[in-house]
């Protein structure tokens, strides 16, 4: 198997429908293939949150770790598109709205995400083609 640490790692609450369509829809724009994927439930999940001090059981937010740095919130949306590259690294440019108002917008998202987008009840399952990205 093929050494993946340097590798962007995105973690998402795995039961979340929200978080499980933004992760298909990083699956397929991601051409290079450069992201990696992990459950914030999953055993990887919660050892990388722990490395990083955050508490391993709030799912509030998605995680991206990426050159040894931990982005959160809307700065871990923005930095995903920024690595896939045009066009979607445009959206960029929504960096220059305050973080307390990204945050606060992004907050609220997942306050209900439930709620407007539903939960399953297990953590999504990759299609065979993707398996090999998940952790």
Known sequence: MEDHTNAPLILFDGVCNL????VQWVLLRDKAGIFRFAALQSETGQARLRAFGFSADRF???VLLHGGRCYTHSDAAL???RLLGWPWSWLTVFRWIPRFIRDGVYRLVARYRYRWFGRSESCLLPQPAWRDRFL
Do not use: K, Y
Not at 19 to 22: E, G, L, M, T, V
């Open 79 to 81: 930095a995903v598109c």
């Open 60 to 62: 509030d937010t998605v």
């Open 19 to 22: 978080c499980n369509a933004s």
